[in-house]
């Protein structure tokens, strides 16, 4: 049975990209990539599509859905393509496809959005698909009525006195409109939100998405399986990052779950050395290793890391919705606000950083860092990154850092 469903795999792959002909039996990676990368073709062959989308922890439909959404949210459109073709021999219909698109453009961008719809159009073309048809008297699908009115307050009174046009948007038509169309179920718009939000390593955004993901008829091996088929697509360190934030989601909801432990039991995050991650080149200059990531469940909004620097590394310019509070725990590092004097820390120091500040913090230049960062969310959100800091901005740290070396 597994090789039947390993044939249709390499069939309607090979169908969806247009070249069945050009590949011998059995393989499915491009002919190039046997000749540049011959183990990534093997890998492509027998560990992706021989192994990891057979399995039975999803359905073909939504491990479709999820890589479509993984792959716009990213921006890597060439691959889009590709992928399309495959989710409608999966069974995602055009329509669903359109309305995947439509979601991602608030979760990723209008760009990416416009970008997917270019990809897609040409496989519509090529199949001859119907332009989808414009909704007319279908009735929006119904949310909890007391589930929303406690996110339309919480985001009423976290964003509104900041950003009052984005609070309005943001109940009107993200959750007022947008969650409400009918185009695509409840349960495949948290699937295509999860996907995206793992993709682009929007960690601190999972937990209400999670939770409501499970609300909307997500099992709790359905969701397991997201990162675990992500890691793939959207590398090993986003799919890592995932992991504690799944495990906390999932043991609040088993704590308040009836029967069990109450929601106010005392719980212990192991250390898992393996769920560490690299930090991100867009938002970090040089070696930096981020691990024991938390995140509180609602209505508490505490999270955190702990986040080592190599020597000269540092994070990107920054700032906290509503202000971060850094514990150094060892080494030595520098911190600054924007306009102020590059400051030194150390061991047992405590750096308050006030909400909206724009900042930098990392390692000195000569002895490597590590801090545990704890920051609260404000609406979903606990922080904003900026651009770099250059090498001539970081050069102006200290002369007294050469003393870190002692």
Same mark, same amino acid.
């Given at each position: 049975?597994?090789?039947?469903?390993?044939?249709?795999?390499?069939?309607?792959?090979?169908?969806?990209?247009?070249?069945?002909?050009?590949?011998?039996?059995?393989?499915?990676?491009?002919?190039?990539?046997?000749?540049?990368?011959?183990?990534?073709?093997?890998?492509?062959?027998?560990?992706? +599509?021989?192994?990891?989308?057979?399995?039975?922890?999803?359905?073909?439909?939504?491990?479709?859905?999820?890589?479509?959404?993984?792959?716009?949210?990213?921006?890597?459109?060439?691959?889009?393509?590709?992928?399309?073709?495959?989710?409608?021999?999966?069974?995602?219909?055009?329509?669903?496809?359109?309305?995947?698109?439509?979601?991602?453009?608030?979760?990723?961008?209008?760009?990416?959005?416009?970008?997917?719809?270019?990809?897609?159009?040409?496989?519509?073309?090529?199949?001859?698909?119907?332009?989808?048809?414009?909704?007319?008297?279908?009735?929006?699908?119904?949310?909890?009525?007391?589930?929303?009115?406690?996110?339309?307050?919480?985001?009423?009174?976290?964003?509104?006195?900041?950003?009052?046009?984005?609070?309005?948007?943001?109940?009107?038509?993200?959750?007022?409109?947008?969650?409400?169309?009918?185009?695509?179920?409840?349960?495949?718009?948290?699937?295509?939100?999860?996907?995206?939000?793992?993709? $682009?390593?929007?960690?601190?955004?999972?937990?209400?998405?999670?939770?409501?993901?499970?609300?909307?008829?997500? $099992? *709790?091996?359905?969701?397991?399986?997201?990162?675990?088929?992500?890691?793939?697509?959207?590398?090993?360190?986003?799919?890592?990052?995932?992991?504690?934030?799944? *495990?906390?989601? +999932?043991?609040?909801?088993?704590?308040?779950?009836?029967?069990?432990?109450?929601?106010?039991?005392?719980?212990?995050?192991?250390?898992?050395?393996?769920?560490?991650?690299?930090?991100?080149?867009?938002?970090? $200059?040089?070696?930096?290793?981020?691990?024991?990531?938390?995140?509180?469940?609602?209505?508490?909004?505490?999270?955190?890391? $702990?986040?080592?620097?190599?020597?000269?590394?540092?994070?990107?310019?920054?700032?906290?919705?509503?202000?971060?509070?850094?514990?150094?725990?060892?080494?030595?590092?520098?911190?600054?606000?924007?306009?102020?004097?590059?400051?030194?820390?150390?061991?047992?120091?405590?750096?308050?950083?006030?909400?909206?500040?724009?900042?930098?913090?990392?390692?000195?230049?000569?002895?490597?860092?590590?801090?545990?960062?704890?920051?609260?969310?404000?609406?979903?959100?606990?922080?904003?990154?900026?651009?770099?800091?250059?090498?001539?901005?970081?050069?102006?740290?200290?002369?007294?850092?050469?003393?870190?070396?002692?």
């Amino acid at each position: 049975m597994k090789k039947l469903a390993a044939s249709l795999v390499i069939s309607s792959l090979a169908t969806s990209v247009g070249e069945a002909q050009e590949r011998p039996a059995g393989r499915i990676a491009p002919p190039d990539v046997y000749v540049v990368a011959p183990g990534l073709g093997d890998y492509t062959d027998e560990l992706l +599509f021989g192994d990891v989308w057979l399995r039975d922890e999803l359905k073909p439909r939504d491990r479709s859905i999820i890589t479509v959404s993984a792959l716009i949210a990213s921006g890597r459109i060439a691959q889009v393509g590709g992928h399309v073709g495959r989710a409608l021999d999966n069974g995602v219909t055009p329509s669903e496809i359109g309305e995947i698109i439509t979601h991602l453009a608030f979760y990723s961008g209008w760009p990416n959005a416009i970008s997917a719809v270019n990809a897609t159009k040409e496989v519509f073309d090529k199949r001859g698909i119907e332009p989808v048809a414009a909704e007319a008297g279908q009735q929006p699908l119904e949310l909890d009525p007391a589930s929303e009115a406690a996110r339309a307050a919480s985001v009423d009174t976290s964003t509104g006195p900041v950003v009052p046009a984005l609070a309005e948007y943001t109940n009107r038509v993200l959750f007022g409109d947008l969650w409400r169309r009918p185009q695509l179920s409840a349960r495949d718009r948290s699937l295509v939100t999860i996907a995206g939000l793992i993709a $682009t390593g929007k960690a601190e955004q999972l937990p209400f998405h999670l939770s409501r993901g499970m609300d909307n008829g997500l $099992t *709790r091996t359905e969701v397991a399986e997201v990162p675990t088929h992500l890691a793939y697509y959207a590398g090993w360190p986003n799919a890592m990052s995932a992991v504690p934030v799944l *495990r906390g989601v +999932f043991e609040a909801r088993k704590a308040a779950a009836p029967g069990e432990a109450g929601a106010d039991a005392l719980s212990v995050q192991k250390h898992d050395p393996e769920a560490a991650a690299t930090g991100s080149p867009e938002n970090f $200059t040089g070696s930096v290793r981020v691990e024991s990531r938390f995140q509180a469940e609602d209505p508490a909004r505490v999270g955190g890391a $702990t986040v080592s620097f190599e020597p000269g590394a540092r994070t990107a310019w920054h700032t906290h919705p509503l202000g971060q509070t850094l514990i150094v725990t060892a080494g030595c590092g520098w911190v600054q606000s924007e306009g102020g004097p590059i400051g030194e820390v150390r061991p047992g120091d405590v750096v308050n950083i006030p909400p909206n500040v724009r900042h930098w913090h990392g390692a000195s230049k000569g002895a490597s860092m590590t801090h545990v960062a704890v920051a609260e969310s404000l609406n979903g959100s606990a922080v904003t990154w900026m651009e770099q800091v250059t090498d001539d901005q970081y050069a102006r740290g200290p002369e007294a850092a050469d003393q870190c070396r002692g």
